[in-house]
């Protein structure tokens, strides 16, 4: 599929992909990606092809890295050109029906400019709420360089808070958010856990939580519950938005949950060498 450019402002090109849609649907299904190895600004879930949807697949790359689709050296002219594409796609396509979604990095990007844009159907796997502490060390510190100029205490405060703020500050409760996480992603407990709260006002928030030996970390997730991703798609081409509730799939949940979480694993296995 041919890339394309959208030149949001001099010296401000969003890349993006997009598919016209099939039949007579009239649903547009809006694709924000993770962050990815080797490239980590590769596009997401290309195997959507065969979907009926109008889909728009937006590149997180500016200058060879990802930027959360939100700034570099904290200027955010990124976010206002992304939010620009969206706009004009759904200006030109006057779709009855809009979704958006993104695991990781890209799931974080699809609650925010889902609910900035009114976007009431979203799908989120395993997101990152703390954005700046996420990128401000570890493997991704280039990036976050790239973003915050200086990894500051506030610069780093300003992106912990731009997501959860905009989540806060949403009057529109009428929403089907899909959040799916798991507790056997090493980030649950820092990342998803103590921000579940923020979704409580919503009449159709769903949660869906995986324990499976088939899922051993975060990047696991997505692809496991990939079948339920897809349904939730289809039943968006036809209006359709289910309410689901609270889920947990996967065969493992007679476990000890808390035992299964890797960074209490980790715990354990040092107690016990102190022991020893």
């Not at 912990?160 to 507790?183: A, G, N, W």
Request: proline share 5%; charged share 20%.
């Amino acid at each position: 599929m041919e890339e394309r450019i959208f030149k949001a402002k001099p010296g401000l090109n969003i890349h993006y992909r997009i598919q016209p849609p099939k039949y007579d649907c009239q649903h547009l299904l809006i694709v924000m990606s993770g962050f990815n190895i080797p490239d980590p600004t590769i596009y997401d879930f290309n195997m959507l092809t065969h979907c009926r949807s109008a889909i728009l697949w937006i590149k997180d790359d500016f200058n060879g890295l990802p930027a959360y689709y939100l700034c570099n050296n904290m200027n955010f002219d990124i976010e206002q050109g992304v939010s620009m594409l969206i706009d004009a796609t759904i200006s030109v396509l006057k779709p009855k029906y809009h979704s958006i979604l993104g695991a990781s990095k890209g799931g974080s990007a699809s609650l925010y400019y889902g609910i900035k844009h009114k976007i009431k159907s979203i799908i989120s796997c395993v997101p990152q709420f703390r954005l700046g502490s996420y990128v401000a060390s570890g493997y991704w510190e280039h990036v976050g360089k790239a973003m915050m100029g200086v990894a500051s205490p506030n610069n780093i405060f300003i992106l912990d808070r731009y997501l959860s703020s905009i989540i806060k500050q949403d009057r529109v409760s009428e929403r089907h958010i899909y959040l799916f996480t798991s507790p056997q992603d090493k980030q649950f407990l820092d990342e998803v856990k103590p921000h579940l709260p923020l979704f409580e006002k919503y009449s159709d928030f769903n949660l869906i939580e995986t324990c499976s030996p088939l899922v051993t970390q975060h990047t696991q997730v997505t692809s496991y519950n990939l079948n339920l991703i897809l349904s939730l798609i289809y039943q968006f081409e036809e209006g359709i938005a289910p309410k689901w509730g609270h889920i947990r799939n996967g065969s493992q949940w007679h476990v000890d949950i808390d035992k299964m979480n890797p960074e209490n694993v980790r715990q354990e296995s040092t107690q016990q060498s102190l022991s020893q």
